[in-house]
């Protein structure tokens, strides 16, 4: 699992990179700047959201209870939704 959240990572980086180049030219659109910064979150919570259902279940089973284990994964997802 971990090769598809990296490759999240990769794109929200990738994505940093061109917002970063967009703020160093002096004709950068403000609309497009917004556009991007919105893009980077939007990669940010998807890679988030990835992690805890897919990672963190399996994290939190060798150290919680089911209720416990249900009970902070409702708690992530509700905090990243």
């Known amino acids: ?3 598809p959240l990296k490759n999240r990572l990769r794109r929200a980086a990738g994505q940093l990179d061109a917002l970063m180049l967009a703020l160093d ?3 950068a659109d403000c609309r497009d700047i917004l556009i991007r910064a919105k893009t980077i ?4 919570d998807g890679f988030a959201t990835a992690f805890i ?3 963190m279940e399996q994290c939190m089973r ?3 209870n089911t ?3 249900a009970e902070n994964l409702e708690s992530a997802l509700k905090y990243f939704s």
């Open 1 to 3: 699992m971990k090769d």
């Open 25 to 27: 030219s002096h004709d």
């Open 41 to 44: 979150r939007s990669a940010l």
């Open 53 to 55: 259902e897919d990672h």
């Open 62 to 64: 060798e150290k919680m």
């Open 67 to 69: 209720r416990e284990l």
